[in-house]
């Protein structure tokens, strides 16, 4: 793969743009993320009435199979204007993880697959999502480790490495508790990992 092409790819994958982000990207990245939601679904168990939120929703795979769950309420939330923007049962609405148009306690659950590496900041982020969620709520981040990531080498061109260390401070900064750690593999990528944490209840 050429220099080139892993920019423009690198640069589809933060925020898919144009036709090629609608056409192609958007729903390849339901493809390539498939075993990643697969995880994602195992560690958050949604329950028929819950209240959900995606971030980063991308091509809409996850979203799609939360619909199945029966949510009181499930939105995707999206900075790109070349994602999906009718998906049924879901409200989606552009907007980034950092300043999110919820109010406080919104959510039982907020769930972010492969975007953490776009965040220059963790603490902003999951300061956000620990607001929206209700307390007691789950949060499920599952993305590439570093050892993972590094492998592409579209990596370079603004891919944050966040370690699963780095991820677990900044949660525990914004009161979310780490309760369960999965790892999963794929063909690519060959090696992610899935967290849960719950917002305590204060
Ligand atoms: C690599 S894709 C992952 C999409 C989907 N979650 C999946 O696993 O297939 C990253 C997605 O996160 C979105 N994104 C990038 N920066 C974001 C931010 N700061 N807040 C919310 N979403 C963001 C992009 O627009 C894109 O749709």
Redesign the pocket.
């Known amino acids: 793969m050429t220099d080139r092409l892993h920019r423009f790819l690198a640069r589809q994958?933060?925020?898919?743009s144009g036709l090629a982000g609608r056409l192609v990207i958007?729903p390849w990245?339901?493809r390539?993320?498939r075993r990643?939601?697969d995880l994602?679904l195992d560690l958050l168990q949604p329950e028929p009435g819950e209240r959900l939120l995606?971030?980063?929703?991308?091509?809409?795979?996850?979203l799609k199979r939360l619909a199945r769950a029966g949510p009181a309420r499930l939105v995707g939330?999206?900075?790109?204007p070349?994602?999906p923007r009718r998906i049924a049962g879901a409200e989606l609405v552009r907007?980034?993880?950092?300043a999110l148009p919820f109010c406080d306690r919104s959510f039982d659950a907020v769930v972010?697959?492969?975007?953490l590496?776009?965040?220059p900041k963790l603490e902003p982020?999951l300061g956000e999502f620990a607001r929206v969620l209700r307390p007691g709520g789950q949060l499920v981040l599952?993305f590439e480790p570093p050892e993972a990531l590094r492998r592409w080498a579209g990596h370079r061109y603004g891919f944050q490495l966040w370690s699963e260390a780095d991820v677990v401070a900044a949660a525990a900064a914004a009161g979310l508790a780490l309760e369960e750690r999965r790892q999963g593999s794929g063909r690519k990528p060959d090696f992610f990992v899935g967290l849960r944490f719950r917002k305590g209840a204060a």
């Open positions: 994958f933060a925020e898919p958007a990245l339901n390539i993320g990643l939601n994602a995606e971030v980063g929703y991308g091509g809409g795979g996850l939330a999206d900075p790109s070349a994602v907007a980034e993880g950092a972010s697959v492969s975007v590496h776009f965040w982020v599952v």
